[in-house]
T-cell receptor, first 107, second 115 residues
Framework: QKEVEQNSGPLSVPEGAIASLNCTYS??????FFWYRQYSGKSPELIMS????GDKEDGRFTAQLNKASQYVSLLIRDSQPSDSATYLC???????FGQGTILTVHP | EPEVTQTPSHQVTQMGQEVILRCVPI?????FYWYRQILGQKVEFLVS????????KSEIFDDQFSVERPDGSNFTLKIRSTKLEDSAMYFC?????????????FGDGTRLSIL
């Protein structure tokens, strides 16, 4: 089983829609979870961190964590073309990344 | 806003040569990392460094690789006797502490091309 696994992509949503990105992890002892965004040829850019069960909102982004189900997700509301990128789910401590989900927001 | 800086942005080297990739972490950060991303593949952990020693390393980080913090600001990755398959983007990251929720901040990366 992969340590961090993301839902298969690519994901395509129309502008203004909600994009839902999902991630599961295998280490039940994991404590911190991060969503990074990576544009092609660029470095990962932190979007959100979450470490408590429940939802965490920051602008158009909402991260959700369910430790019992070992599941973390990212919702992007009012998706914009500029949100088109690869989204990486990552789990601390050596920061294990999922394979990424390519999101395309089309006008 | 403070950021992690990496140099050079692109390094082209002949196979078998040694390369040194340089990173300047954020000044008050204590934990340092190197990652690799082969074109089209996921970001892979190489090594973490704290208190002037390696704290964790992956299977990728074999004897060909070494890291060093030669002074108070630089953090380097040395690759000896480079191979074609070492061609990748190498990212440095730093983290202020190890408290739950503290993120790693990434530099822009060095693209390493082995010919």
């Amino acid at each position: 089983q992969k340590e961090v696994e993301q839902n298969s992509g690519p994901l395509s949503v129309p502008e203004g829609a909600i994009a839902s990105l999902n991630c599961t992890y295998s280490d039940r002892g994991s404590q911190s979870f991060f969503w990074y965004r990576q544009y092609s040829g660029k470095s990962p850019e932190l979007i959100m961190s979450i470490y408590s069960n429940g939802d965490k909102e920051d602008g158009r982004f909402t991260a959700q964590l369910n430790k019992a189900s070992q599941y973390v997700s990212l919702l992007i509301r009012d998706s914009q073309p500029s949100d088109s990128a690869t989204y990486l789910c990552a789990v601390i401590g050596k920061l294990t990344f999922g394979q990424g989900t390519i999101l395309t927001v089309h006008p | 806003e403070p950021e992690v800086t990496q140099t050079p942005s692109h390094q082209v080297t002949q196979m078998g040569q040694e390369v040194i990739l340089r990173c300047v972490p954020i000044s008050n950060h204590l934990y340092f990392y190197w990652y690799r991303q082969i074109l089209g593949q996921k970001v892979e952990f190489l090594v973490s460094f704290y208190n002037n020693e390696i704290s964790e390393k992956s299977e990728i980080f074999d004897d060909q690789f070494s890291v060093e913090r030669p002074d108070g600001s630089n953090f380097t990755l040395k690759i000896r006797s480079t191979k074609l398959e070492d061609s990748a983007m190498y990212f440095c990251a730093s983290r202020r502490g190890d408290r739950v929720g503290q993120p790693q901040h990434f530099g822009d990366g060095t693209r390493l091309s082995i010919l």
